[in-house]
Nanobody
């Protein structure tokens, strides 16, 4: 399956962006996640959503980011509000594999928060 992330860009601190990730195959049976990687740092988990719609967030984005899914469109979104310079990173979506199947990653979308 291919994952296509979009919606990144440049915003000022306090601004908002909405990221989308569309899969070429079904996501119905898969938990999905968003991760981010800043230059020189490891890729970190940001948020995830189960097949039932339950969400979880990293502490540093809790209350500012909201993840949702639309199984009919094979898509997940990440609404990012109150953005901070430290949110600057490449954001990746992931489809968690089932059983022994591997996870699938998207190609990433750049988010830059700067005044």
């Amino acid at each position: 399956v291919q994952l296509q992330a979009s919606g990144g860009g440049s915003v000022q601190p306090g601004g908002s962006l909405r990221l989308s990730c569309t899969a070429s195959g079904s996501i119905n049976r898969h938990s999905m996640g968003w991760y981010r990687q800043a230059p020189g740092l490891q890729r970190d988990w940001v948020a995830s959503i189960t097949t039932g719609g339950a969400t979880a967030y990293a502490d540093h984005v809790k209350g500012r980011f909201t993840m949702s899914r639309d199984n009919a469109k094979n898509m997940v979104t990440l609404q990012m509000n109150s953005l901070r310079p430290e949110d600057t990173a490449v954001y990746y979506c992931k489809r968690f594999g089932l059983g022994y199947s591997p996870d699938n990653w998207g190609q990433g979308t750049q988010v830059t928060v700067s005044s």
